[in-house]
T-cell receptor, first 110, second 112 residues
Framework: EDQVTQSPEALRLQEGESSSLNCSYT??????LFWYRQDPGKGPEFLFT???AGEEKEKERLKATLTKKESFLHITAPKPEDSATYLC???????????FGGGTRVLVKP | KAGVTQTPRYLIKTRGQQVTLSCSPI?????VSWYQQTPGQGLQFLFE???????NKGNFPGRFSGRQFSNSRSEMNVSTLELGDSALYLC???????????FGSGTQLSVL
């Protein structure tokens, strides 16, 4: 069965304090690994898709990397507006179903 | 382009009632998926529709059903509501040209 585990569950950072979020996955036939950001009361907002081990993608202060067993989301010099829940999800080769991890709640204090 | 639109935004029902939620995908997107989000279980896949046909179904009881219309708009129905059905129901649409799923803001359902 497909499994996605995110750690830590929660992360409190000072503004400017860089950190990494982890997403470990077990899936047969990975089609893509997705990162989303979710603010309270809103739907997930797409950030990145990674397709193969070694791939990296960047957007502003965020950088996502992928290995055969896990993905990392690095937040460099975060700002308070980066506070959100970050969700990781995998999609198998067949079908468009996303299997999500439990998310990491990030709070960046000024 | 307008995003994924879900209505209503909030809904309060009582046990035993039924409810219908609506989702309008991004223009041109033919795949629509539904997800349930709760604090305890996180985001869980309900089902996916493509060109009016259900292509995938998650592990939810038959009380949860859906359909898709010829204009790609989708509805989700939950019959005989239970307290545990209280959740944020999210709809996502997808373009066949790439893998990105775009989510709506969801319908917050409270069952009393």
């Amino acid at each position: 069965e497909d499994q996605v585990t995110q750690s830590p569950e929660a992360l409190r950072l000072q503004e400017g304090e860089s950190s990494s979020l982890n997403c470990s996955y077990t899936v047969s036939g990975l089609r893509g690994l997705f990162w989303y950001r979710q603010d309270p009361g809103k739907g997930p907002e797409f950030l990145f898709t990674l397709y193969s081990a070694g791939e990296e993608k960047e957007k502003e202060r965020l950088k996502a990397t992928l290995t055969k067993k896990e993905s990392f989301l690095h937040i460099t010099a975060p700002k308070p507006e980066d506070s959100a829940t970050y969700l990781c999800a995998v999609m198998k080769a067949a079908g468009n179903k996303l299997t999500f991890g439990g998310g990491t709640r990030v709070l960046v204090k000024p | 382009k307008a995003g994924v639109t879900q209505t209503p935004r909030y809904l309060i029902k009582t046990r035993g009632q039924q409810v219908t939620l609506s989702c309008s995908p991004i223009s041109g997107h033919r795949s629509v998926s539904w997800y349930q989000q709760t604090p305890g279980q996180g985001l869980q896949f309900l089902f996916e529709y493509f060109s009016e046909t259900q292509r995938n179904k998650g592990n939810f009881p038959g009380r949860f059903s859906g359909r898709q219309f010829s204009n790609s708009r989708s509805e989700m129905n939950v019959s005989t509501l239970e307290l545990g059905d209280s959740a944020l129901y999210l709809c996502a649409s997808k373009d066949i040209a790439n893998e990105k799923l775009f989510f709506g803001s969801g319908t917050q359902l409270s069952v009393l």
